[in-house]
């Protein structure tokens, strides 16, 4: 990734690389066409402290998947202590993530289609969300089988979905705790359409 980057960067700068890594290595290379400036992301968990310093090291931003206000607080945290240590300020590095999302003046209608949603990623990122707590990993009875949460309990875990009200102190929440460009991933709404003037009338002039 640290050969990538620095790759990528440097071309989309408009610089000449010469550069050996590890993996990659590119000689005396160009591009042969001017564009215009091209911000280069570092997607990764919020956990990944090598990832997050990284990017705080070389990108241009972060954007962290499946997380909560909890950790994108530790992931700033961590990406301003790297940027600090290497010269950068931390204030130029953007801090985005995607944000499973759907608004409705009908509450329940925006949670019943995230949980439909949600309950097709659970069985394979169930371990993932255990680990950044986003649900709580318990046992049965039994004390060997994993209870899996409702379909309503992931959705207040992971999602945001709700009315416009709503929708907006979730995201105030993740404001707070340092993100800066929230991307609203997937679903949107029951109807997409009145969401997307939701959002662009009512959610995105709140910030």
Excluded at 79 to 93: C, F, L, Q, Y
Excluded at 108 to 119: D, I, P, S, Y
Aim: aromatic residues 8%.
């Amino acid at each position: 990734m640290r050969d990538a980057l620095t790759i990528t960067k440097t071309l989309l700068d408009g610089g000449t690389i010469d550069y050996a890594g590890s993996v990659f290595e590119a000689k005396s290379v160009k591009l042969e066409f001017e564009c215009p400036h091209v911000p280069v992301y570092v997607g990764t968990y919020a956990s990944s402290t090598k990832m997050l310093e990284l990017a705080a090291t070389l990108a241009d931003g972060v954007i962290l998947m499946w997380t909560n206000p909890q950790w994108v607080k530790k992931a700033v945290k961590v990406i301003e202590n790297k940027a600090r240590s290497v010269g950068r300020d931390p204030s130029t590095i953007d801090v985005a993530a995607y944000l499973i999302f759907s608004v409705d003046e009908d509450q329940a209608k925006a949670k019943t289609v995230c949980e439909q949603v949600l309950k097709v990623y659970e069985p394979r990122l169930r371990d993932v969300w255990m680990k950044h707590s986003l649900i709580p990993e318990t046992t049965s009875d039994h004390g060997n089988e994993l209870q899996r949460p409702s379909g309503a309990n992931l959705v207040e875990s992971i999602a945001i979905a709700g009315t416009p009200r709503y929708c907006i102190e979730r995201l105030e929440e993740y404001s707070k705790a340092g993100l800066k460009t929230p991307i609203f991933y997937q679903i949107l709404g029951p109807n997409r359409n009145k969401a997307i003037k939701v959002i662009a009338e009512e959610i995105i002039p709140s910030f």
